[in-house]
């Protein structure tokens, strides 16, 4: 029973942790959508979004009615005592008097309306812009998250290749070592032949590893903006090779470049209009405001505690309106106001930058691609060739028309031009990736 009781336990572990590794599949656009929905750093700019919605809510509530209330209770332990003096001919002595009851008790209800005030209506048009920022800021986000998921998910694939391509040439090193270890114990070939054909298998064992641990931090980072578990595994449906033609004949080069749909131009125009606010928000604090309010009170007094039973309650109200009128701050609200002034400028210098600087990445983002796409092609002929030229060494060393020597040059060359061709295909997507974020036009809610 103790080992069925251990076996038992050891199978509802394993199915634990069966259960808590999931397998998952994406396409690079099944990637991206997932993390739009998924990703950590968009899942907090929805909490903005929500929070700015409920400023805007406060900022509303301000200007409506606002009623209070109150219930107030005092026992009298000791009551003030006054001496009176003394009024002949009804006394000719002091006479102490107390005031007051054992028990008191006020109910009092109040109601408050703004009826105007400058700056409650700026700051309401603020609150609303800043919930337009929000979203601006919550879009810039999703077209950063957007080149992350695809970077990596590039990266992945591009290691995924480097790997495919060492197995293979992996596997021909090894036969060619094997059956050179045969001729040379047949005594057709020299031990250096074999030295060498074996220092090329020990170089690529050794690039294996590299590979292989290349290949889990990508996975991890993909996870990561993902926001999938560590312990999930990841399958990539998409092949580098028609991702590579797509981009290829991507007509990303048609696109117009509009600098005032432009993410980051978009939401500096939305600080620029908060900044705008934030002057006519202090140009207000000259202004007076009004407010109206309704007044009521009860009370009782009593001897004792006997409120709800009996007694007479006495009540007061009043309506009133009150202006407040700012009339001197010794310049405070001027030097408020041309500090607000000052920062707005400030603003329209920047945009002027950003204009300026965005149309400068453009220009950068279009040149690089277009260069990446030319050192692309470049090395995806130069693998080819290079895969060729070494395939057939490997043949000519097997029908003894080649040296090893031979055999070592050309599959340093064959690597080598895979490496590049490699490196091309990420920098030229990667490339893409750049300029179609700066061609991204802001779409808000």
């Given at each position: 029973?103790?080992?069925?009781?251990?076996?038992?336990?050891?199978?509802?572990?394993?199915?634990?942790?069966?259960?808590?590794?999931?397998?998952?599949?994406?396409?690079?656009?099944?990637?991206?959508?997932?993390?739009?929905?998924?990703?950590?750093?968009?899942?907090?700019?929805?909490?903005?979004?929500?929070?700015?919605?409920?400023?805007?809510?406060?900022?509303?509530?301000?200007?409506?009615?606002?009623?209070?209330?109150?219930?107030?209770?005092?026992?009298?332990?000791a009551s003030p005592v006054i001496i009176m003096p003394a009024m002949p001919p009804l006394s000719t002595e002091p006479t102490e008097v107390q005031f007051g009851t054992k028990h008191d008790a006020t109910l009092t209800g109040s109601l408050s309306q703004l009826i105007f005030s400058g700056e409650y209506v700026v700051g309401l048009q603020a609150a609303r812009k800043y919930l337009e920022s929000t979203n601006v800021e919550f879009f810039k986000n999703k077209t950063a998250v957007v080149q992350q998921v695809a970077n990596s998910y590039y990266s992945v694939l591009t290691t995924e290749k480097g790997l495919e391509i060492i197995d293979t040439t992996l596997k021909v090193t090894r036969s060619l070592a094997n059956e050179t270890q045969q001729y040379y114990e047949a005594g057709f070939s020299e031990d250096i032949d074999v030295d060498q054909l074996e220092l090329l298998v020990s170089d690529?064992?050794?690039?294996?590893?590299?590979?292989?641990?290349?290949?889990?931090?990508?996975?991890?980072?993909?996870?990561?903006?993902?926001?999938?578990?560590?312990?999930?595994?990841?399958?990539?449906?998409?092949?580098?090779?028609?991702?590579?033609?797509?981009?290829?004949?991507?007509?990303?080069?048609?696109?117009?470049?509009?600098?005032?749909?432009?993410?980051?131009?978009?939401?500096?125009?939305?600080?620029?209009?908060?900044?705008?606010?934030?002057?006519?928000?202090?140009?207000?604090?000259?202004?007076?405001?009004?407010?109206?309010?309704?007044?009521?009170?009860?009370?009782?007094?009593?001897?004792?505690?006997?409120?709800?039973?009996?007694?007479?309650?006495?009540?007061?109200?009043?309506?009133?309106?009150?202006?407040?009128?700012?009339?001197?701050?010794?310049?405070?609200?001027?030097?408020?106001?041309?500090?607000?002034?000052?920062?707005?400028?400030?603003?329209?210098?920047?945009?002027?930058?950003?204009?300026?600087?965005?149309?400068?990445?453009?220009?950068?983002?279009?040149?690089?691609?277009?260069?990446?796409?030319?050192?692309?092609?470049?090395?995806?002929?130069?693998?080819?060739?290079?895969?060729?030229?070494?395939?057939?060494?490997?043949?000519?060393?097997?029908?003894?028309?080649?040296?090893?020597?031979?055999?070592?040059?050309?599959?340093?060359?064959?690597?080598?031009?895979?490496?590049?061709?490699?490196?091309?295909?990420?920098?030229?997507?990667?490339?893409?990736?750049?300029?179609?974020?700066?061609?991204?036009?802001?779409?808000?809610?």
């Amino acid at each position: 029973m103790q080992k069925i009781k251990i076996i038992l336990l050891f199978a509802v572990i394993i199915s634990t942790t069966v259960n808590a590794q999931q397998t998952r599949e994406f396409s690079l656009q099944q990637a991206i959508d997932y993390a739009l929905k998924n990703n950590y750093d968009l899942m907090k700019s929805e909490k903005d979004i929500e929070a700015a919605k409920q400023t805007v809510r406060e900022s509303t509530s301000m200007g409506l009615p606002q009623i209070n209330g109150s219930v107030g209770y005092n026992n009298n332990i000791a009551s003030p005592v006054i001496i009176m003096p003394a009024m002949p001919p009804l006394s000719t002595e002091p006479t102490e008097v107390q005031f007051g009851t054992k028990h008191d008790a006020t109910l009092t209800g109040s109601l408050s309306q703004l009826i105007f005030s400058g700056e409650y209506v700026v700051g309401l048009q603020a609150a609303r812009k800043y919930l337009e920022s929000t979203n601006v800021e919550f879009f810039k986000n999703k077209t950063a998250v957007v080149q992350q998921v695809a970077n990596s998910y590039y990266s992945v694939l591009t290691t995924e290749k480097g790997l495919e391509i060492i197995d293979t040439t992996l596997k021909v090193t090894r036969s060619l070592a094997n059956e050179t270890q045969q001729y040379y114990e047949a005594g057709f070939s020299e031990d250096i032949d074999v030295d060498q054909l074996e220092l090329l298998v020990s170089d690529l064992e050794a690039s294996r590893i590299y590979f292989i641990n290349q290949l889990n931090i990508t996975h991890a980072f993909l996870k990561f903006y993902l926001a999938v578990s560590e312990s999930d595994s990841l399958i990539l449906s998409d092949n580098l090779d028609n991702i590579l033609e797509n981009m290829e004949g991507s007509s990303i080069m048609l696109q117009q470049f509009e600098v005032n749909t432009n993410p980051d131009f978009y939401s500096l125009l939305k600080q620029k209009e908060l900044s705008e606010l934030k002057v006519k928000l202090e140009k207000a604090t000259y202004y007076p405001s009004i407010n109206a309010s309704l007044y009521y009170q009860t009370q009782a007094q009593r001897e004792e505690f006997n409120f709800f039973n009996s007694g007479k309650w006495y009540s007061s109200s009043a309506l009133g309106v009150t202006m407040n009128i700012p009339i001197f701050s010794s310049g405070q609200r001027n030097s408020r106001l041309k500090q607000a002034r000052i920062a707005y400028e400030q603003m329209e210098i920047m945009e002027d930058q950003l204009e300026n600087q965005l149309n400068l990445q453009y220009k950068n983002a279009r040149s690089e691609y277009l260069n990446s796409f030319k050192v692309y092609e470049n090395k995806d002929r130069n693998r080819k060739v290079a895969e060729k030229i070494y395939f057939k060494t490997s043949e000519k060393y097997k029908q003894g028309l080649a040296s090893s020597l031979d055999i070592l040059n050309t599959h340093n060359q064959f690597l080598n031009a895979e490496r590049d061709y490699l490196a091309a295909s990420q920098a030229f997507l990667q490339a893409g990736e750049e300029l179609k974020k700066i061609l991204t036009k802001t779409i808000t809610n």
